[in-house]
């Protein structure tokens, strides 16, 4: 059972373009949503989190903005470089460092 | 490098030998988490130690499957009786427990192939 559902499986941009990557999630004991980056042959690596008290968190060019009402949660990349490509992860635990449920995984390309 | 190192990067295997991989965490990280990763999915959460106590299995990890952190330190993870379902990433992470906000650092995984 998929905890953490996520979408779109696949994302094409043009650089500088704003990719957004959704999640929802179902268990409302979750507290904390972390945000994965993976290149290919490398473990995934953590880009930004939030915990449900906030709306939104910016790091960078990353930005989350979390509905906690609607139990769902979103990625944003600003002025978003070929170098972005990879493919990224959403997921939900019950504090941090705690075992992670992940999503499926979002892939990006950010074209020239 | 001080990040969390799995050995070996690849390992292939006929069906029904057994693995073994190591993971040498973040040396001041006291949890240590085990997970697989299938292609094109996210990972999925295997098993998890503090120190050397194993806290928690998920329902993944079928009988043929062992962990141990016999020292609170490194950690092996065993499969025993390989099938070809057992191909995937074996991805292990490490994290500070008792910190605010410690978040889990991964290894670059163990590529398993079971011909």
């Known amino acids: 059972q998929q905890q953490v559902k996520q979408s779109p499986q696949s994302l094409i941009v043009q650089k500088g373009g704003i990719p957004i990557i959704n999640c929802a999630y179902e268990?409302?004991?979750?507290?904390?949503f972390p945000w994965y980056q993976q290149f290919p042959g490398k473990g995934p690596a953590l880009l930004i989190a939030?915990?449900?008290?906030?709306s939104e968190k910016k790091e960078g060019r990353f930005t989350i903005s979390f509905n906690k009402s609607a139990k769902q949660f979103s990625l944003h990349i600003m002025d978003s470089q070929p170098g972005d490509s990879a493919t990224y992860f959403c997921?939900?635990?019950?504090?941090?460092?705690?075992?992670?449920?992940f999503g499926k995984g979002t892939s990006l390309l950010v074209t020239p | 490098d001080t990040g969390v190192s799995q050995d070996p990067r690849h390992k292939i295997t006929k069906r029904g030998q057994n693995v073994t991989f190591r993971c040498d965490p973040i040396?001041?990280?006291?949890?240590l988490y085990w997970y697989r990763q299938t292609l094109g999915q996210g990972p999925e959460f295997l098993t998890y130690?503090?120190?050397?106590?194993?806290?928690?299995k998920s329902r993944l990890l079928s009988d043929r499957f062992s962990a141990e952190r016999p020292k609170g330190s490194f950690s092996t993870l065993e499969i025993q009786r390989t099938e070809q379902g057992d191909s995937a990433m074996y991805l292990c992470?490490?994290?500070?427990?008792?910190?605010?906000?410690?978040?889990?650092?991964f290894g670059n995984g163990t590529r398993l192939t079971v011909t």
């Open positions: 268990n409302t004991a979750f507290d904390y």
């Open positions: 939030i915990r449900p008290d906030v």
């Open positions: 997921a939900a635990s019950l504090y941090s460092g705690y075992a992670l449920n």
């Open positions: 040396s001041e990280h006291n949890r």
């Open positions: 992470a490490s994290s500070l427990n008792g910190v605010s906000d410690s978040p889990l650092h």
């Open positions: 130690f503090q120190n050397e106590a194993q806290l928690e």
